[in-house]
T-cell receptor
Framework: NAGVTQTPKFQVLKTGQSMTLQCAQD?????MSWYRQDPGMGLRLIHY???????DQGEVPNGYNVSRSTTEDFPLRLLSAAPSQTSVYFC??????????????FGPGTRLTVL | DAKTTQPPSMDCAEGRAANLPCNHS???????VYWYRQIHSQGPQYIIH???NNETNEMASLIITEDRKSSTLILPHATLRDTAVYYC?????????????FGQGTTLQVKP
């Protein structure tokens, strides 16, 4: 298994541009999520999905859209990039996502800079 | 806000046990304690989790106090590769899912 993969690894955008960060997993996990990590900080939840066709907001959803058309993929879209969205973005997945013993597996991250 | 409190940094000598404390005084009865670590800005890596009993796996041991208000992660023989930020996380209910709320973690420096 490749686990959780993310593309691209690095990206530079200009203010106002849009782009999509890709995330895929091959573990047949139902639960997928996106986090951002600002310098010196812990991770903050942006959006999550409990299965294909179902998404919900996390702590910091503004400026981001998600969709989940397949179990494997969970892309994150930046609608109009702003410098405040400069961060490292991590995608994670887990088998189910319920409270309890479900373990989340993280991808390697996408480092985004917005000028 | 994170439901856990950790010291910002700790040092440990290579080969010795590293004991990382965590306070979670507001933890609820059905909330698990998770530990993840992040090595040099890579994606966080799962270490161990527990509810109320002590747990051990190939990476570490987790000791949870009887009142569940604090816990300690133990790396029995720390190596230089264990240098990382360690996050103690209480997994809270969020709708019908469990949400991981990351704090700022403890930066563990393992020294030769």
């Amino acid at each position: 298994n490749a686990g959780v993969t993310q593309t691209p690894k690095f990206q530079v955008l200009k203010t106002g541009q849009s782009m999509t960060l890709q995330c895929a997993q091959d573990m047949n996990h139902e639960y997928m999520s996106w986090y951002r990590q600002d310098p010196g900080m812990g991770l903050r939840l942006i959006h999550y999905s409990v299965g294909a066709g179902i998404t919900d907001q996390g702590e910091v959803p503004n400026g981001y859209n998600v969709s989940r058309s397949t179990t494997e993929d969970f892309p994150l879209r930046l609608l109009s990039a702003a410098p405040s969205q400069t961060s490292v973005y991590f995608c994670a997945s887990s088998l189910q996502g319920g409270v309890g013993t479900d373990t989340q597996y993280f991808g390697p991250g996408t480092r985004l800079t917005v000028l | 806000d994170a439901k856990t409190t950790q010291p910002p940094s700790m040092d440990c000598a290579e080969g010795r046990a590293a004991n990382l404390p965590c306070n979670h005084s507001t933890i609820s009865g059905n909330e698990y304690v998770y530990w993840y670590r992040q090595i040099h800005s890579q994606g966080p890596q799962y270490i161990i989790h527990g509810l109320k009993n002590n747990e051990t796996n190939e990476m570490a041991s987790l000791i949870i106090t009887e009142d569940r208000k604090s816990s300690t992660l133990i790396l029995p023989h720390a190596t230089l590769r264990d240098t990382a930020v360690y996050y103690c996380i209480v997994r809270v209910a969020h709708g019908n899912t469990g949400k991981l709320i990351f704090g700022q973690g403890t930066t563990l420096q393992v020294k030769p």
